[in-house]
């Protein structure tokens, strides 16, 4: 009996190996013929965090981000603070990175990081913004700027003319 038993435990281990080997030759068959991504477009409403958008979703029905292929989430506020601004949020948006209220494209140590703009161009991919206010406000100046405070426009306006 219990050489059976052994024999069903290895029988049944093999089986497994098998399938999990087969399961892997298929995903990676799948992800072979999965399109590369061409366009990545990254929008960002402001004030649109969960609650705001689920009430949006409530009153008026549904919203034309649902219809998005990928959504994201994540968190924005400021390193050292709950409470964050545009230039902490656009950083953390931009570079993965927080930072403290009103450094743009820099940690809270102030190490500079680059945003996806500038992985995307060193990469060789055409990248562009668009802002509906100034450029050279907190939020797009958090995807070119790296400098400690958000109120230092003109040399962030400096910045951006400095890129190619």
């Known amino acids: 009996m219990k050489k059976q038993q052994i024999g069903f435990i290895i029988g049944a281990v093999a089986l497994g190996l098998v399938v999990a080997h087969i399961t892997l ?10 399109p590369e991504v061409e366009n990545v477009i990254f929008l960002i409403g402001d004030g649109m965090g969960l ?7 409530l009153e008026e029905g549904p919203l034309a981000i649902e219809r998005a ?16 601004d545009s230039a902490a949020a656009g950083t ?8 403290y209220n009103n450094g743009l494209g820099i940690d809270a140590d102030t190490v500079a990081h680059p945003s ?17 206010y100034s450029v050279t406000h907190a939020t797009p100046g958090a995807f070119y700027a790296h400098i400690d405070s958000r109120h230092r426009q003109d040399e962030i306006a400096l910045q951006l003319l400095d890129k190619d």
């Open 69 to 84: 292929h990928s959504v994201a989430l994540t968190t924005t506020h400021s390193a050292d603070n709950l409470v964050t």
């Open 51 to 57: 609650a705001q958008t689920t009430a949006t979703m």
């Open 92 to 99: 953390a948006l931009a570079t993965g990175y927080k930072t």
């Open 25 to 34: 030759r298929i995903i990676k068959v799948v992800e072979s013929r999965r």
């Open 116 to 132: 996806i703009l500038e992985v995307a161009e060193a990469a060789g991919k055409s990248t562009g913004l668009v802002a509906t």
